[in-house]
Structures are given as C-alpha cells and as structure tokens.
C-alpha cells in the first residue's frame, strides 16, 4: 500500500535550521510530483513547496522564498524540505503529498502524517 513518512522534525530556535525527509513507497515515486504542506495550531493547512516529477520546477509559498528549498532523490524515493533562518510562525505539523500533477491546492492523491517542526523565540 501507499505509504508516506516524514522525519526531521523537532525543537529548534528561531534562526536556526532543520531538514525534513519524506520516505515514499507504493506507489512510481519517479512518476509524481512532490509537495510539503503545514498546519498550524487552530489554523488550515497551507502549501509550503512543490517540486515536479524530475526536479527541475519548484514552487514555494511567499512566506517561505528564499528560507526553504525543496528536493528529491528518485533513486531514494525520498523529498526533503530544507529550511533555514526559521521563524516561531513556521511552528506547525509538517505533511508530504504525491500527485501526478504539481499544484499548489489540496488536492494532492497521497498524504503522509506529518512530522511537528516547533520554532522558539
């Protein structure tokens, strides 16, 4: 079955940095595009970065430009989200998703549960 697992998460001062992995399996992970979410405390799920099937068109949210970068290894069947000088605001469950097509929406075909990234001021 399809399945998506995150890891990296933690406890991290604000300024500092940490790096997400995303573990896929079941599914052609060389045949999708791969994307990071967060949600919040009290707050909806929001898109953080995308990359396509290959690697070579990324997307990022406004509030994340230039802090995070967003990566893939086909031969690992992994996504990673670097991310950089974080901020207390970046505090939130971090998900992975897979989809045939890179969006920028919800609707992404596979989810993972998340892994929490907690930023302190």
């Known amino acids: 079955q399809v399945q998506l697992v995150e890891s990296g998460g933690g406890l991290v001062q604000a300024g500092g940095s940490l790096r997400l992995s995303c573990v896929a399996s079941?599914?052609?992970?060389?045949?999708?595009?791969m994307g990071w979410f967060r949600q919040a405390p009290g707050k909806e799920r929001e898109f953080v970065a995308a990359?396509?099937?290959?690697?070579?068109?990324?997307s990022y949210a406004d509030s994340v430009k230039g802090r995070f970068t967003i990566s893939r290894d086909n031969g690992k069947d992994t996504v990673y989200l670097q991310m950089n000088s974080l901020k207390p605001e970046d505090t939130a469950l971090y998900s992975c998703?897979?989809?045939?097509?890179?969006?920028?929406?919800?609707?992404?075909?596979?989810w993972g549960k998340g892994t929490l990234v907690t930023v302190s001021s």
């Open positions: 998703a897979a989809d045939p097509v890179l969006q920028t929406t919800l609707g992404w075909r596979y």
């Open positions: 079941g599914f052609t992970f060389s045949s999708y595009a």
């Open positions: 990359i396509n099937w290959i690697g070579g068109r990324t």
